[in-house]
C-alpha cells in the first residue's frame, strides 16, 4: 500500500491520465480507423456492431471492449475484442503492434475457414516479468502423481531465461508454463517431508484470479 492506496490504483490513474494527456482520437474513431484500412486491404466490410459501442470493461483495467461484425452477413458472426490500454499511443490511436495485430485476428475470424458464431480476443502488450511477479500471493492447482491436483499458493516466480520483455496473453501463458515457481501447498498437504515445493509451470492447471 502507498499512503493508503493500494498499487494497482496507482496504476490505473496513471493509465487514466496516460490517454487523456494529448488524445486526439476516441476509441471508436481509432478502432473505425483500422477498420477503414482492413477492409481497403481485404474487400471485406468488418464494422463496429451498431448495437454495441466501446466500453470499459473494467475500471482497474481500463480494457476497452469491442463488438465487430461483417456488415449484412448471414449469419452475423460477432467477434468480442478487448484491447488493454498499453495498446494505444499517446494520440488515441492503436500502437503499430496491436494495429498489426488487430489486423490478424479480424483477417483470421472472417477467413472463410472458421464457422464459430462468436470469439473472443484479447489484444494485449503486456510486461511479462512484471505480470509474472504478480503471481505471487495467488492461489493454483498444480498436477502430481500422487493425487490427482493440490492446492498451493505461489512464494516466488523463477523465470526461464530469454522471455520476452513484453507480448500478449498468449505469450504470458507461455512464459509460465516455461517458468519454475516455488510454492507452498495447502494445510495438511506435505510432499517429500515439506509443504514447500519448487513446481514447473507446465504442471500448474489452475491459477486463480486475475494476474
Known sequence: MLGGESISSVVTDC???????????DNMAAMKEILAEL??????????????????LDANTLDVGYKLHQKRAKPDRIMSLIVDPFSFSADGSFTAAATTRIKAVVIEFWDGRRTDRHAVVR???????????????????????????????????????????????????????????????????????SNLRVISGRYISIIRGRY
Request: glycine fraction near 8%; hydrophobic fraction near 40%.
Open 15 to 25: 493509465l487514466r491520465e496516460r490517454m487523456r494527456a494529448g488524445k486526439t482520437l
Open 39 to 56: 477492409n481497403a486491404e481485404q474487400g471485406s466490410a468488418v464494422e463496429l456492431h451498431p448495437s454495441w459501442s466501446p466500453v470499459i
Open 123 to 193: 489484444i494485449g502488450d503486456l510486461d511479462i516479468l512484471s505480470r509474472m511477479q504478480g503471481l505471487v500471493g495467488k492461489k493454483g492447482l498444480v498436477k502430481v502423481a500422487q493425487a490427482d491436483e493440490i492446492a498451493f499458493t505461489f512464494l516466488a516466480v523463477h523465470p526461464a531465461p530469454n522471455l520476452p520483455a513484453n507480448g500478449d496473453d498468449d505469450e504470458l501463458q507461455r512464459a509460465i508454463t516455461q517458468s519454475d515457481f516455488t510454492v507452498q501447498l495447502d494445510e495438511g498437504t506435505v510432499i517429500d517431508g
